[in-house]
């Protein structure tokens, strides 16, 4: 049960006039005194020397006064947050409801808590120095303003060289681009995800070191500050951690340091603790933290950061770029692999020709769970993204040594599936064929999609056992094979689709293969252009027939809806049209449907039919129709 003090003095300014009379009239039997600030600044002593607390709702540099006050006069403080202030409430866990606020505010049980000094100047939640782009925007900013302001500020952001001090005497020299000052992790947006206890009572001062590598990577810390719902466990790769009863920070240029958002000073800036200072009403979470506090624990966590001469004077040689670099570490194992893929040997010819036999007898049967086995035991995949990383990197050797394998695999495959073809003459064309058939921008979609997680997957030891289903999503071989059962019939029309699917495939792989290996860091955007301008114009060439294709899809689909259930007179016989399906046979337009009908039909009632359909379409078609009769 809530009690509550006897008296009050409420300190109001213009941005809090109106809540005067809510305070004063309060249903929890506390008189009030209201009070304005400036009438206060005249006088403290009168206002403050008998009051034994004190209830404010005002701007932040009128609280900092009033913090100060209070280590004077020893008073209690209450905090009502204005409807324009956002952190405080969410660093001293404040209700934003008016009555809630006013009813913590006038509780007499405020517990005591620390203050942190920034070159003597009170800091109530947070400083920052240096440039932390959408974290360091002005106090009050619409989201419209806090996004044009980071945008601004991300223009040239660079690591700078930081001098920070310790007062447990040890030093550390590091490169940042900005640092931010909290007293505690609780509300606040860059370092809601840090695991390290803190509390507002235990005598520590928080630094949190902004160190990213690329752009990309400060971009995925700032998703993980502004979104509410995601935490962590560790602390993130572009971020540092110093807890310690006193930091000196000193850059290597002078800086100025923002004071909750509204407040400045300059570097080198010095923060100290001034433990147990004051008592003020904070939220019910806050209090039961600071019951639980365990003894406090100094801490220095710089393992992500820059550290050492040389690599700091790296870090600071330039603008930070847009992708980070793989470490050499990464690089090397990646590398290794990939030169590996990129051999032709045995066991590599062994399995291109039994996974595309497997798929071409798939594929006569019909059978989609064949045609899957075949994908999984495919090696076409692996030789592909060597081909990526040696476009990317402008390796000759490893460029030629993938293309040649892919070659050789691609002819393996067709003369595998001719070889089964001519076993086979006599099968029709089936489902699972004709599926690989006339592709379109939708399939080099699943081939870039592919390609990005073929990529990814082999850049990660730890996932790769995610390529298996990076094969079956693309299905290489399949389509080889399609290949190579028009090459056997021969169907150079059957031929030509099934290969461009294949292609489409292989473009859209190495595309997206070669981009996200650049996206990770593994080659610099000058190096690596030259093979990305190599592949996007085979993606262009490709992409013309594909829409093409396309088209030509969008216009079946169209027409054969259209002819669900159609209804022909034709010679005084009524016709109805049922499952018509237009398809293409060396190079013609060929409609199979099942044709309904009453009476039996002659000869010239179906060549009445054909030349009713050839004049509605105006085109050239082969009619193949099943007739039903029904009563």
Request: hydrophobic share 45%; proline share 4%.
């Amino acid at each position: 049960m809530a009690t509550y003090v006897e008296a009050a003095v409420f300190v109001y300014t213009e941005d809090s006039r109106d809540l005067v009379d809510q305070v004063v009239d309060n249903p929890f039997g506390v008189t009030v005194t209201a009070v304005e600030f400036d009438t206060l600044q005249e006088q403290p002593a009168a206002v403050l020397e008998s009051t034994g607390h004190v209830v404010v709702a005002a701007r932040v540099q009128v609280i900092k006064d009033l913090l100060l006050h209070t280590r004077e006069y020893d008073f209690s403080l209450g905090i009502i947050p204005l409807s324009m202030q956002r952190e405080l409430p969410r660093s001293y866990n404040l209700p934003t409801r008016k009555d809630d606020a006013i009813e913590l505010a006038l509780r007499d049980d405020a517990p005591v808590v620390d203050l942190i000094t920034c070159n003597d100047q009170l800091m109530l939640y947070k400083a920052t120095i240096g440039r932390l782009p959408l974290l360091d925007a002005p106090i009050g900013s619409s989201r419209l303003g806090m996004l044009w302001h980071g945008l601004k500020r991300f223009a040239g952001l660079r690591l700078l060289t930081f001098d920070i001090a310790l007062s447990n005497k040890q030093n550390i020299r590091t490169a940042a681009c900005g640092c931010m000052i909290v007293q505690h992790h609780r509300g606040n947006v860059a370092s809601k995800h840090v695991s390290y206890e803190s509390s507002i009572s235990d005598g520590m001062v928080s630094l949190i070191i902004s160190a990213p590598s690329s752009l990309l990577e400060y971009g995925k810390f700032l998703f993980q500050s502004l979104n509410r719902s995601s935490r962590r466990n560790k602390l993130p790769k572009t971020l540092g951690l110093i807890k310690c009863r006193g930091i000196e920070i000193k850059p290597e240029t002078e800086l100025e340091v923002t004071l909750d958002g509204g407040a400045t000073t300059q570097t080198p800036v010095v923060c100290k603790t001034l433990e147990q200072s004051v008592r003020i009403n904070v939220g019910d979470d806050l209090r039961e933290e600071i019951r639980n506090a365990q003894p406090a624990k100094e801490t220095v966590n710089v393992k992500n950061l820059p550290r050492g001469k040389e690599e700091v004077q790296k870090a600071t040689k330039k603008a930070i770029p847009f992708f980070a670099y793989a470490s050499e570490e990464r690089f090397r194992d990646l590398f290794l692999a990939l030169r590996d893929d990129a051999r032709t040997d045995s066991i590599y010819i062994v399995l291109m020709v039994l996974s595309t036999m497997l798929a071409t007898v798939g594929l006569f049967q019909n059978s989609s769970a064949v045609v899957i086995g075949a994908m999984l035991l495919a090696p076409l995949m692996t030789p592909i993204i060597s081909l990526s990383m040696g476009l990317l990197r402008q390796d000759d050797g490893l460029t030629t040594r993938s293309m040649i394998k892919i070659v050789i695999g691609v002819v393996v495959a067709l003369l595998s599936a001719i070889l089964i073809t001519q076993a086979f003459t006599h099968k029709i064309i089936t489902e699972e064929m004709q599926a690989r058939l006339n592709p379109t921008l939708l399939d080099l979609a699943v081939a870039i999609i592919a390609g990005v997680a073929g990529a990814y997957t082999k850049a990660y030891k730890e996932i790769l056992q995610s390529l298996a289903g990076v094969a079956i999503a693309v299905a290489l071989v399949p389509p080889l094979a399609v290949a190579g059962i028009g090459a056997g019939r021969p169907d150079w029309d059957f031929f030509s689709q099934a290969f461009l699917l294949f292609s489409t495939n292989l473009v859209g792989i190495i595309l997206a293969a070669t981009f996200t290996f650049r996206v990770l860091g593994y080659s610099s955007a000058v190096y690596g252009r030259h093979g990305i301008r190599i592949v996007t114009l085979a993606l262009i060439l490709i992409a013309i027939p594909l829409y093409l294709s396309y088209d030509r899809i969008v216009d079946k689909v169209t027409l054969e809806k259209s002819w669900q259930h159609e209804r022909f007179l034709v010679n005084d016989k009524y016709l109805i049209v049922r499952n018509a399906r237009l398809n293409q046979y060396k190079g013609k337009d060929v409609m199979t449907m099942e044709l309904l009908a009453r009476e039996p039909l002659t000869r010239d009632d179906l060549n009445k039919f054909r030349e009713k359909i050839q004049t509605h379409f105006e085109r050239k078609l082969i009619i193949r129709a099943d007739v039903n009769y029904i009563p």
